[in-house]
Structures are given as structure tokens and as C-alpha cells.
């Protein structure tokens, strides 16, 4: 995966909430609290704005807030201070807003509820929806709460805390005290028009129910299976015989499952139109709907899972009062132990901390001595069980190798980055070092003798979630590099091809450059306005370069193969554009309630395939919901429907991968922390049941 990001000054997306498109039930209606609905008494003229008109219209339903925001400021938008000071919305889930695009163009717009002291990654929670021209949707802010404080107790190298020293946690807020909504439009390249409507809290919220406890009750807090102590749950292992109950219980089930019947051997639709049969998967447009044609001929959508594999790991150092009956101490989990070296933020950056993986040693105590072999078969039979016919990214080869099931491959590289560039993963790799080329296809030819002849392989993803940026962003970041960066060295080249004499690149930029070797040594980014028509013309030659690069690296060593893409999590339309020349399948990471509204840049019409996607609950005794909240595994499964339909009606989409198999460590795992509930298993390796009934109810009837 993945995750997770900044934007508006370092907002961290891992705690955004999406647009809702599952109905307001009920009860949630019952429970609403309007706190704005712009009728008789709001007057617009005092409402604080950055970059943008602000007025008050009516509409069928009522009035609404009209914004029509600009495109010179980063964040344009409106804020909404709360009466008297601060609302108290402590028994409420969430603030939900009606938003409609008024304008010619898509428009995304976030919402953020402040606390005090807010500064858009701290005491805050940030909402957003995209909208397509004239489409209405609802905009929900989930309110992710700051942790119970236990004085004495520090928890660290994890997203989020059951409890707390101080209460304070990034991406947290205490609903009793929020002072006011901020709504507005995100680093915009274009105007944007939308109306506000009914602005409310929704949603009864229902404590989770926790002991009184003290530093001392509190450790060790987690038990030996890698889960929380101090709570129980529908599900939760509490024995070695209680892992046993659950293989037995899932066999049964497994045999009364056996998987859709209308399915080919690959998981294409058998019962459906058939098209030439080629031995590998491809693309095709069928029916006015883009399709991948398994190697058979039948209509393939790829209804799949991430990180088919069996690691949960988490770190120990500084950590030996959390476990309690750490299964360590035993002979026959040595295995398990590890030690990680790459830690990209957070508590364990820049170490290389001991890690054990709870998620095997319960796989081991499970299944016996042969686990490892007897969890690859069950995660076959799984999948063809629950209506999922794909393993998708990060998953291991020992699993997809055996050829059960048509799988995806991470075939990531490693080369030099353009130095001046940033991005949450790491710096931009630099397309014109001549160790890109090498480096990708080096990484493709370790694929000739495994998976380049498997009409199992669907095809390949290089790169994951890399930074992309704004249209000029790497071409400035090219500029602010060294001398020696090749990216740089080509830039300058092109820039001299153009204009021939520094002097008059000084004139159309508005520089004061004495020559062109002056140029290549300042580190400077120039004024954006008037030298954009050149960096946009150097972002176009490095997109090509990138992705024209990446391509025949796949297709050099797996001609027969997909070209999947680099899984764009931040991208815009120059980068999405380049991948849609040369990409078989573009692919997307598109954390959000749906994907059915899903559009490329300028109407390209080619397939596309989402790479991950994701909603979890906290009524499981996990931390952290990831990236989509939902109240409940009951509303998981409902999100889970919802979003795979959408997709599955979609023109261009051709799957769907969830991410990932397996939850996260409950205590974070090492490469950044994160500790989501966002698997189909729990660390017990114990299906999610509400989550499983879902996934077959789309997968059984995916293709009728």
C-alpha cells in the first residue's frame, strides 16, 4: 500500500472520509443536527473566504451557499465559524454536507472540522467528494476521536492509540469543541463553481466500551495472539482451541462455498460471449464496455485482493511491557522473528528495529508444522470461495506461483531520483539517468523464467503511489537539482534548443541567468506563470520518458503481458495522459466511497483497473479504521457492494483489488506504523464474516 499523504498544509489523507453513496438510514436522520441551512438570518457578505465569490441562493430545497473559487491561491474556499464559539457534537458519528457542481468542470472539495489550534494535520478531521459538472452528492466528515487518557502510558510507532499520555494524536478531534468547517478546493489549475446545502451532524456515535484503567492495568496490552487486551468482540480468539474451531468451521464453509459456477478455470464468465482465445489476458472493448479477456476468450473482470501473503509484522523494540505471553519465547516461533531496514516515517525512522510476525505464528499454531504450505492452498480455495478470481499487489510468489488463480506482479525498482523532487513514498526516479532503463529492465528480466510464460499472469505494475505532483512539479524539481541530475541536463538542452541565447530565455522567464552553466548550478525555481508554457513541455518529455521507458522493459522480457501502469494515488492530467499512450490498463489507487462517477482526463476511453481500495470499523478491537471510515462491519460490507458495483457497471473499469487480505499489526507495522482494519482476516487468520457474505454476493453474480 500505501498511505499516506499530504495535502493543505500537510493534511494527512489517511484521515480523510469520502463521499457517502449509501442512503442516510433512519435512525441516522433522526439523529441529525442541522448547524447550517443558509435560509433567513445567514448572510453570506460576512462569510470568510480565501480566492473565491461567496452568495446565497435559493433552491428547490431550500438556499444554499454558493462558491465559485479561483485558481491563485492554494487553498480557495469558505469557513464556517460555529455559533457562540463551538459546537458540541460528541454524540454525533460525523458532519455530513450537501454539495452540487454548478461548474463547467469535475470539482473535488474537502471539508475540515477544526478544533482549537487546528493546522490541517492536528486537531482536525478532513472530508472530501468529486463531483462531476451538474452531479449532487453528500460530503461526510467522520469524526475520528482522540484517544482515551491513561496518565503514565506512551504509545508509539502506530497511526492510532487505544488510549494516550496526553490525548494528543495527528489526525484526531474531540467533537465536544469543534470551532468551525473549513470547505474549499485543494490546489486548484482551474476555476471551480459548487453550492453548500444543509449542513449537519448525523450519525448516533456509541462509545466503545473500555475498563477504567491506570498505567499499571494497562500493560501488557496486547495478548499472544497480536491482539487488544482490554476489549472483547464477536470473533476475537482467546485460545490455541478456539484457532482450531475456526479452521474446522471454515472448512465446512469453504466446502459448502466451492465458488461460482458460471466461471471459467481463470474466473471469466464462462456463460458469456466469448472472443478470441489467445492464451493470455488482454484488453478489449465489448458491448460499449471495456473488458480484460481471460486466455480463454471469456470476459475477465478482475474481482481481486492485495498482499495475499502471511506477514503481520510489528516491531519490539522499546516495546517488552505490551505483550503478554509473547509467543517468542518458544523454539518452534523463531521463524517469525525479523528485522526491518526500510522505515519511511514515524517512531522507527532511520532504524532498523526487531520485528515478530503475529500473523504467522497464529497461522503456525493453526495449521501445524506445514502451515506455510497448507495457508498457500487455503488462500487459493479462499479466494475462488469468496467470488474473487485475482491476487493482486504484494503478494507472495510461493502463493500465485502455483497457478490456482490469475495474479498481478509488483515488479518495483529501485534507480536514481531527480534530487530535487519530494513525495510521501520518496523523491521522483529520474527517467533520463541512464540506470532507469537498466534498473527497470533488469527487474523485468528476473520475471522471464517465472511468470513471463504464465497465462496466469495478467501482467505487471511498476511503481506504486509515486509523486507525481501539480502539471510543472518535476520539471521544477529538475531545476532545483544539481548540476550533474540528468533530468536537469536534459531540460537545459531542450531550453537551449528553444531559445539559443540565455539572454532570451532571461527575457521570456523574467530571470537574470549570465549563462547557460549559470543556469544548470542555481537551485532556484523560476516564476511559474510566465515560464509555465516550458515546463509543461519538459513535464510532457519526462512523462513520455518515464512510462515509454517502463513499457518496453515489460514487453522486452513478458511480450504476451500487461503493462498495468505505476497505480496513480496522486496524479494529474499531463501524467494521466502519458500513461493512457502507453499503458495497456491505467491503474488507479482510489480510496473513496465510489469509483462509479470515475473519469480520465479529456474523455480518454481506455480500460483502467483500481489497484486498491479499502473501508474499515473499529467494533473489532483494531485502532484504526484506514483510509474510509464506516461505523460498523455491517456498513463495511454495505461499502464494499456498493463500490464494486460501481465499478463493475463502470464503461472503463476492468477490476477491482482490495486492499489487503490480512489487517494490519495492531500495533503498526513497521514500515510507517500504519495499523488499519482493512483486512478480510483478522490477525487470527479468522475471516471477516459480514465482509466475506458481501464479497460473494458480487462476486456469485459479478458477470450477469
Request: some cysteine; charged content about 25%.
Amino acid at each position: 500500500m500505501t498511505t499516506r499523504r499530504a495535502c493543505r498544509c500537510g493534511i494527512a489523507i489517511a484521515v480523510l472520509a469520502t463521499a457517502a453513496c449509501l442512503p442516510l438510514h433512519q435512525a441516522d436522520a433522526a439523529q441529525a443536527k442541522t448547524l447550517f441551512d443558509f435560509d433567513a438570518g445567514f448572510d453570506a457578505a460576512k462569510v470568510p473566504h480565501t480566492d473565491c465569490k461567496v452568495s446565497k441562493v435559493k433552491r428547490g430545497d431550500g438556499s444554499a451557499l454558493a462558491v465559485a473559487t479561483g485558481h491563485k491561491e492554494r487553498w480557495p474556499g469558505v469557513t464556517l465559524a460555529a455559533p457562540g464559539g463551538r459546537w458540541d457534537l460528541s454524540t454525533f458519528d460525523r458532519i455530513a454536507l450537501d454539495i452540487r457542481n454548478t461548474g463547467p468542470n469535475a470539482v473535488t472539495v474537502n471539508c475540515r472540522a477544526d478544533n482549537a489550534g487546528a493546522d490541517g494535520t492536528n486537531h482536525c478531521n478532513t472530508g472530501r467528494i468529486t463531483l462531476e459538472p451538474g452531479k449532487s452528492g453528500t460530503l461526510e466528515v467522520r469524526f475520528r476521536r482522540k484517544s482515551a487518557v491513561v496518565e503514565g502510558v506512551k504509545l508509539f510507532g502506530m497511526r492510532a492509540c487505544p488510549v494516550s499520555g496526553d490525548g494528543k494524536a495527528a489526525g484526531r478531534i474531540d467533537p465536544s469543541r469543534i470551532i468551525g468547517l473549513m470547505i474549499f478546493v485543494a490546489r486548484p489549475h482551474e476555476d471551480h463553481a459548487f453550492e453548500i446545502g444543509h449542513v449537519r451532524a448525523e450519525g448516533a456515535y456509541t462509545p466503545p466500551e473500555t475498563p477504567r484503567l491506570t498505567a499499571e492495568t494497562f500493560f501488557p496490552f496486547i495478548d499472544t495472539f497480536g491482539q487488544y487486551i482490554h476489549r472483547d468482540w464477536p470473533g476475537k480468539t482467546h485460545s490455541v482451541a478456539d484457532l482450531t474451531k475456526a479452521r474446522n468451521a471454515e472448512a465446512a464453509d469453504l466446502a459448502a462455498h466451492p465458488g461460482p459456477a458460471n466461471w471459467s478455470r481463470y474466473g471469466g464468465w464462462k456463460d458469456g460471449p466469448r472472443l478470441k482465445a489467445t492464451g493470455f489476458f488482454y484488453p478489449a472493448k465489448h458491448g460499449g464496455k471495456w473488458w480484460l479477456v481471460d486466455p480463454e476468450g471469456y470476459l475477465f473482470f478482475s474481482h481481486g485482493i492485495d498482499c495475499v501473503n502471511e506477514r503481520t509484522d510489528t516491531p519490539l523494540d522499546d516495546r517488552d511491557t505490551w505483550w503478554r505471553d509473547f509467543p517468542g519465547t518458544g523454539p518452534e516461533f523463531k521463524e517469525f522473528f525479523g528485522r526491518t531496514g526500510h522505515v519511511v516515517r514515524d517512531y522507527y525512522q532511520g532504524r532498523r528495529p526487531k520485528t515478530f510476525n503475529f500473523g504467522g505464528a497464529n497461522l503456525r499454531r493453526k495449521y501445524g508444522q506445514g502451515w506455510r504450505n497448507r495457508a498457500a492452498e487455503i488462500a487459493h480455495r479462499r479466494l475462488r470461495s469468496w467470488g474473487l478470481n485475482t491476487i493482486g499487489n504484494w503478494s507472495d510468489s510461493r502463493i500465485y506461483l502455483m497457478k490456482k488463480t490469475p495474479y498481478c506482479v509488483a515488479a518495483s525498482f529501485r534507480s536514481p531520483p531527480i534530487q530535487g523532487s519530494t513525495g510521501y513514498w520518496g523523491k521522483f526516479k529520474d527517467p533520463f539517468h541512464p540506470d532507469f532503463a537498466k534498473m527497470a529492465t533488469a527487474r523485468m528480466a528476473r520475471e522471464i523464467a517465472t511468470t513471463a510464460a504464465d497465462p496466469m499472469c495478467i501482467g505487471y505494475f511498476l511503481d506504486n503511489e509515486i509523486a507525481w505532483g501539480n502539471d510543472t512539479s518535476l520539471a521544477v524539481a529538475a531545476l532545483q537539482s544539481p548540476p550533474d541530475q540528468p533530468a536537469k541536463q536534459a531540460f537545459i538542452a531542450d531550453l537551449k534548443a528553444r531559445y539559443q541565447a540565455i539572454q532570451k530565455l532571461n527575457a521570456a522567464w523574467g530571470t537574470k541567468h549570465a549563462s547557460w552553466d549559470a543556469l544548470a548550478k542555481s537551485t532556484s525555481a523560476p516564476d511559474r506563470k510566465p515560464a509555465a508554457a516550458d515546463l509543461h513541455a519538459f513535464y510532457d518529455s519526462l512523462a513520455e520518458k518515464y512510462f515509454t521507458t517502463c513499457r518496453a522493459a515489460v514487453k522486452q522480457a513478458a511480450p504476451n503481458h500487461l503493462y498495468l501502469g505505476c497505480r496513480f494515488a496522486w496524479v494529474n492530467d499531463r501524467a494521466a495522459r502519458a500513461a493512457a499512450k502507453h499503458c495497456d490498463v491505467v491503474s488507479y489507487n482510489q480510496y473513496k466511497r465510489s469509483v462509479a462517477q470515475f473519469t480520465m482526463p479529456g474523455g480518454i476511453d481506455m480500460p483502467v483497473i483500481i489497484g486498491e481500495f479499502h473501508f474499515g470499523a473499529l467494533d473489532r478491537g483494531m485502532f484504526h479504521t484506514g483510509l474510509v471510515p464506516v461505523p460498523s462491519q455491517e456498513a463495511r460490507a454495505e461499502a464494499y457492494k456498493a463500490y464494486v458495483r460501481g465499478a463493475v457497471a463502470h464503461p472503463q473499469i476492468v477490476g477491482t483489488h482490495w486492499f489487503k487480505y490480512q489487517d494490519e499489526s495492531t500495533t503498526g507495522r513497521p514500515l510507517d506504523g500504519e495499523n488499519y482494519q482493512i483486512g478480510f482476516l483478522d490477525v487470527c487468520d479468522t475471516p471477516y464474516p459480514e465482509t466475506i457474505a458481501a464479497c460473494r454476493q458480487v462476486g456469485y453474480h459479478l458477470y450477469p
